[in-house]
């Protein structure tokens, strides 16, 4: 498992790339829409990436509500392993694998505090 993003949702997107981009000074790596009325863009110069979340979507709602607008992410190799080792240790998941594209399949958990860990499936 290797931990891959940091899910900031944001209000605007733009505004929010300029910061991570000019004060801070990471490049963009990937904008892209991802979903009718969502656009997410991953920041980054090395292999953990700030993921900025930005539209309206059950995800980013339950991120906004449960996490203060928080997420992390980790990439691992079985999404199902996951899924059973969370359930075996009584840890909060639909269980539900959810793929908004083609290359992409996570699943949502909660940590003990309630904040939300996406696990993504390695590509």
Same mark, same amino acid.
């Given at each position: 498992?290797?931990?891959?993003?940091?899910?900031l949702t944001v209000k605007d997107l733009d505004?929010?790339?300029?910061f991570?981009?000019?004060i801070v000074g990471l490049p963009i790596k990937i904008r892209q829409h991802a979903g009718p009325a969502v656009e997410i863009a991953f920041m980054g110069d090395g292999g953990t990436l700030i993921e900025l979340f930005c539209g309206k979507s059950p995800f980013c709602d339950e991120i906004n509500r449960v !996490? *203060?607008?928080?997420?992390?992410?980790?990439? +691992?190799?079985?999404l199902e392993e996951k899924i059973s080792l969370l359930h075996e240790n009584?840890?909060?998941?639909? !269980? *539900?694998?959810?793929?908004?594209?083609?290359? +992409?399949?996570?699943?949502?958990?909660?940590?003990?505090?309630?904040?939300?860990?996406?696990?993504?499936?390695?590509?």
């Open positions: 498992m290797s931990f891959c993003h940091v899910i505004a929010s790339i300029k991570y981009r000019d !996490g *203060n607008g928080v997420a992390l992410g980790f990439s +691992v190799e079985s009584g840890y909060e998941t639909d !269980g *539900n694998i959810i793929s908004p594209a083609p290359t +992409v399949q996570f699943v949502l958990a909660k940590d003990p505090d309630g904040y939300i860990v996406q696990f993504n499936k390695r590509q």
